[in-house]
């Protein structure tokens, strides 16, 4: 079971506000996680953003609980950019707010967090990565592209079976505001419901 307020903030999101736009951008997500679970092998999933700092990595997140909320086995979540930074403090409080766990396991420049959504799954390890970091699968994953300059700068991605932009405006744009926290919410929300709308869109197979 997902903690209890990872359910509340679920059960305040409205899928039904997603554009007929948005989900035309998500319908090439969904039919390549359908695929892999029709043919019961694993879906990976690689968030690319250009920092691997919010984006990609609130992207990743939501993308396992999502999963995880419908009980969808074997989808495996990842992130990387096409330079690594850190995963912005922001981001993960944000997260925090939503119900996950959070927890440091290495203080650096580039923190290493737990970031738990159930109490009997492992942790989602945080980090900021490269895409290719040996982290990541090399072959056989789906390229998510979460940003506008990611995409624009890594036409090609090795061993990605399909390249999906899925692109999300920036909350780092409200960093050092009075609007910060209120927007890098209305992020982590947005990207929330656009990943429960995949993953409720996925037919189990029935034996």
Request: hydrophobic share 35%; charged share 20%.
């Amino acid at each position: 079971m997902l903690y209890q307020q990872i359910e509340n903030t679920i059960a305040s999101l409205n899928l039904d506000a997603i554009s007929n736009e948005r989900k035309q951008t998500l319908q090439p997500l969904i039919d390549y996680i359908q695929t892999k679970v029709t043919e019961n092998k694993n879906a990976n999933l690689n968030f690319i953003c250009t920092h691997n700092s919010r984006r990609s990595h609130l992207s990743q997140v939501w993308a396992q609980a999502a999963a995880h909320f419908y009980q969808l086995k074997n989808v495996y979540c990842y992130s990387g950019g096409t330079e690594a930074t850190a995963l912005f403090p922001m981001a993960a409080k944000t997260l925090e707010q939503a119900g996950f766990k959070i927890e440091v396991l290495s203080e650096s420049k580039n923190p290493v967090y737990a970031i738990k959504f159930d109490e009997n799954e492992h942790p989602i390890v945080g980090f900021s990565k490269t895409f290719d970091h040996s982290f990541n699968p090399k072959s056989e994953f789906a390229a998510i592209m979460t940003c506008s300059d990611a995409d624009a700068n890594c036409p090609f991605i090795p061993g990605a079976e399909k390249r999906i932009p899925v692109k999300y405006d920036d909350p780092k744009t409200f960093d050092n505001t009075p609007q910060q926290a209120e927007k890098y919410i209305e992020r982590s929300n947005q990207i929330a419901a656009e990943m429960l709308y995949v993953f409720s869109k996925i037919k189990i197979n029935e034996f």
